[in-house]
T-cell receptor
Framework: DAEITQSPRHKITETGRQVTLACHQT?????MFWYRQDLGHGLRLIHY???????NKGEVSDGYSVSRSNTEDLPLTLESAASSQTSVYFC????????????FGQGTRLTVV | DQQVKQNSPSLSVQEGRISILNCDYT??????FLWYKKYPAEGPTFLIS?????DKNEDGRFTVFLNKSAKHLSLHIVPSQPGDSAVYFC?????????????FGEGTQLTVNP
């Protein structure tokens, strides 16, 4: 079955370290997204991509970067991890230009100490 | 600014009764609305959606109502079951936004008591 997977599921890192969270989907979806979930804020968009070599900033992009070298993967990099980036991160993908639902991965819980 | 807002952080109902979850939005460009359900330690899963050309969409026990003039939508669950206990997120996408980029509300924790 097609799916979207995130790795690792849990990670603890130190302040200042570079961290990369992986996201892989097998639906051949052109659209991919990264969100973070924090209490009281819901899900906030970090970065998104509408296809290979396309990346765009979301509403909370500072301190994060993404790259899209193929259809299946959109890794999220924290350049220099900060305690404010402790959160649960969700990757999602969707197909089509508009008015379609996005499918989410199971999430990565990141703790920055 | 919070373009999609769920004002109730939590809601508790009895099994068999109706659950009504509410959502307000401010962006007039939103034309597609969705509800997601999220269990602990899992990703959000799509529940039901509605286009701005409709005012109601029904799928089994779940019905979403859209009031465009009030910029308000609601999710009705009838009858509520204990397995419905989860966090529910309202989401919206805009007319000029391709690729279903979604803006989410803060979420409402629904607890259905047996």
């Amino acid at each position: 079955d097609a799916e979207i997977t995130q790795s690792p599921r849990h990670k603890i890192t130190e302040t200042g370290r570079q961290v990369t969270l992986a996201c892989h989907q097998t639906w051949n979806h052109n659209n991919m997204f990264w969100y973070r979930q924090d209490l009281g804020h819901g899900l906030r968009l970090i970065h998104y991509s509408y296809g290979v070599q396309d990346t765009n900033k979301g509403e909370v992009s500072d301190g994060y970067s993404v790259s899209r070298s193929n259809t299946e993967d959109l890794p999220l990099t924290l350049e220099s991890a900060a305690s404010s980036q402790t959160s649960v991160y969700f990757c999602a993908s969707s197909f089509g230009a508009k008015n379609t639902e996005a499918f989410f991965g199971q999430g990565t819980r990141l703790t920055v100490v | 600014d919070q373009q999609v807002k769920q004002n109730s952080p939590s809601l508790s109902v009895q099994e068999g009764r109706i659950s009504i979850l509410n959502c307000d939005y401010t962006n007039s460009m939103f034309d597609y609305f969705l509800w997601y359900k999220k269990y602990p330690a899992e990703g959000p899963t799509f529940l039901i959606s509605i286009s701005s050309i409709k005012d109601k969409n029904e799928d089994g026990r779940f019905t979403v109502f859209l009031n465009k003039s009030a910029k308000h939508l609601s999710l009705h669950i009838v009858p509520s079951q204990p397995g419905d206990s989860a966090v529910y997120f309202c989401a919206a996408s805009a007319i000029q936004t391709s690729g279903s980029r979604l803006t989410f509300g803060e979420g409402t924790q629904l607890t259905v008591n047996p």
